[in-house]
C-alpha cells in the first residue's frame, strides 16, 4: 500500500510545500487558517498514496487543524501588531468556541462526511452571496450579538471549524462583518480565533485516532507528521505576506476577496459530491 517510487515522492512533497505558501498567503489575508485548501490537498495526495477511506478524511482534518497550529499563530501575531486583534471579544467568544470545538470534535466522527460537506457548501455560499452584496461600512451599525445569541454563534464557529479542518475565519468573518465589524478587524481576531479551534482541535483528532488501522506512515493519530512537517515553513513563511496585503488592499477589495474566496470553496465541495 505504501510503495511509493522517489519521483512520485518528490511531486507530491512539492506540492504539500506549494500548498504550504498558499495556505499562508489565505490565512494572513483572509484569517481562515488555510485549511480550506490544505484539506483538499492532503486528501487528494492520501488518494495517490492509496491510503485507507476509512480515514483518509480524518487524517486530512487533523493534519490540516495541526497545520494551523503555526500559520495561525504568525497570521494571528502579525494582526496583533497592527491592532488589529480584539482581544475583549477573543475573551468574549473564546470559550464557547473551544466549547463548539469539543462538540465537533466527538461529533465528527459520527456524522456522514457528505452531509457535512453539502451543509457546508451551502452555508458557504450564502454567506458569499451576503459579503458580496451587503450595503458599505458606512450603514447604520449593527450592535455585537448578546447573550444567548453570542454564545450560539461562537459555539457554532467552533463546531463547524473543526468538523471541517478549517480556521474559524470561513464562518467567524461574514459573522462579525454581518454585524458591521470591521473587516480588518474581523479578519485579525478570525486568525486568533483558528488558534483556539486548532489546538484542541488537533489534540482531539491525534487523540481519536491513536491506533486506528490503515493510517498513513509518520501518523500521530490522525495527524500526520509528515504532511505538517513539509507544510508548515512555507506556510509560516508566507503568512506575513497575506497580512500585508489585507492592511494593503482596499476594504471593499478584501470583503469581495473574501466572497470569491467562499464561493469557490462552496462550488468545490459541492462538485466533490459528484
Known sequence: MFDVDPGQALFLLAILVATGGVAGIISGLLGVGGGIVIVPVLFFVFLALDISEAVRMHVAVGTSLATIIFTGFISARSHWKRGSVDM?????????????????????????????TLVFAIIAALVAINM????????????????????????IIGLISVMMGIGGGTLAVPILSFFTYPIRLAVGTAAAIGL????????????????????????LGYVNLAGLIAIIPTSMLTAPLGVKLAHTIPQLALRWCFAGFLAITSIRMITSLF
Open 132 to 155: 458580496a452584496f451587503k450595503p458599505a461600512d458606512n450603514v447604520t451599525p449593527k450592535p455585537m450579538p448578546k447573550t444567548p445569541l453570542k454564545q450560539i454563534l461562537s459555539t
Open 196 to 219: 483556539i479551534i486548532a489546538i484542541p482541535g488537533s489534540i482531539g483528532y491525534a487523540l481519536f485516532g491513536l491506533g486506528a488501522e490503515g493510517l498513513p506512515p509518520f501518523s
Open 88 to 116: 475583549d471579544l477573543l475573551k468574549s467568544w473564546g470559550p464557547w468556541i473551544a466549547f463548539g470545538v469539543v462538540l465537533g470534535t466527538i461529533i465528527g466522527g459520527n456524522v456522514s462526511g457528505t452531509v457535512l
